[in-house]
Nanobody
């Protein structure tokens, strides 16, 4: 059974940076596409970024394009989300999700993934 654990969240000032990690155990991530999603109180889960299992296809939500970068290190069984230029509206719980699919598949729709972690809180405030 694949298990995912997010880490790296915290409190940061506007304009600051954080790097989130999504560490997998139980199975290798080699065959999984990974999506990053976030959910703020009272709002629906939003697609932030995703990356295909072969790393060739990466997508970003419109609100984070140019600021966030997704990457994967299969040797460490971990996927990262580098977040720069953080804004107060980025405040949310961030989740990673995983799905086995075609090597170039990746989706920003949260309900297309079968595995997810418990989330990590990101708060952007001065």
């Amino acid at each position: 059974q694949l298990q995912l654990v997010e880490s790296g969240g915290g409190l940061v000032q506007p304009g600051g940076s954080l790097r989130l990690s999504c560490a997998a155990s139980g199975r290798t991530l080699d065959y999984y596409a990974i999506g990053w999603f976030r959910q703020a109180p009272g709002k629906e889960r939003e697609g932030v970024s995703c990356i295909s299992s072969d790393g060739t296809n990466a997508k970003y939500g419109d609100s984070v394009k140019g600021r966030f970068t997704v990457s994967r290190d299969d040797a460490k069984n971990t996927v990262y989300l580098q977040m720069n230029g953080l804004k107060p509206e980025d405040t949310a719980v961030y989740y990673c999700e995983a799905e086995t699919a075609a090597t170039d598949w990746a989706s920003l729709f949260p309900y297309e993934y079968d595995y997810w972690g418990q989330g990590t809180q990101v708060t952007v405030s001065s």
